[in-house]
């Protein structure tokens, strides 16, 4: 067994004791809009050659012009950092992002320590949906069938009709998808599922409750700012 596979655990053990504590103190923070978890049925699944897919949910409740303000190319990329920028508070600066041209690294603390190798992020975007999508190239968490792309990491928005008069809802959705887990190939399903997945569960769903917030962290890159339009989101299933 591998160095980076004991590694793995060692890092979900002790993310594990960092995120009780840590996400508890996120949560106090005050709220701007109402934030429900709506997940779909069989989130979490991993079919027979071990490719895992995790999809977590949530319907934001707000002003139908606060929505109108923040719907542009501009804070779909902030909504991107923001994810990031959760991730680093959630467990203390323990994980960590590097920016490359071409990449986005999830190191622990610091290279050369990645977990997790992303290609440069992919931004489409109508009136009615927008969506950001990092490939998954390789990284520690990675098995060696699952890298060169085909995985991914995806933040899906959708606009939706409030339930009441001007309100909307924003309906967010993070999907990992493709994606053959380390450690379910080097230990056990049942080991992955109580480690690095659980993991991911519980952090995605504090990000998703944190939007209630509306607090978008301004991206690292810029790259949107001033632009009206992307190509159109279409659906990947």
């Known amino acids: ?39 779909p049925v069989g989130a979490t699944t991993m079919d027979g050659s071990g490719r895992a897919r995790s999809v977590q949910a949530a319907d934001l409740a707000l002003p139908e012009q606060a929505l109108a303000e923040i719907w542009t190319p501009m804070h779909l990329e902030r909504l991107a950092r923001t994810y990031w920028r959760f991730l680093t508070r959630a467990t203390l600066g323990l994980i960590r992002v590097v920016y490359t041209p071409r990449e986005r690294m999830i190191v622990l603390l610091a290279r050369p320590f990645v977990l997790l190798r992303f290609q440069a992020p992919e931004y489409q975007m109508d009136d009615r949906r927008g969506l950001v999508r990092w490939r998954i190239e390789r990284g520690v968490l990675v098995a060696r069938r699952g890298r060169g792309g085909d995985g991914y990491l995806e933040i899906e928005i959708e606009r939706r009709r409030g339930a009441e008069p001007g309100t909307a809802s924003l309906h967010v959705t993070v999907e990992v998808a493709n994606f053959y887990p380390m450690i379910a190939t080097t230990f056990s399903r049942p080991v992955y599922r109580m480690t690095q997945s659980f993991i991911h569960v519980l952090v995605t769903h504090a990000f998703l409750r944190s939007l209630a917030r509306l607090d978008l962290a301004r991206s690292r890159t810029g790259r949107f700012a001033g632009v009206e339009g992307l190509p159109q989101a279409t659906r990947s299933r």
Request: hydrophobic letters at 70%; proline letters at 3%; zero cysteines.
């Open 1 to 39: 067994m591998s160095v980076w596979a004991w590694l793995a655990i060692a890092v979900g053990a002790a993310l594990l004791v960092v995120l009780a504590a840590n996400l508890v103190r996120i949560a106090r923070h005050p709220r701007v809009a109402r934030v429900t978890i709506a997940d």
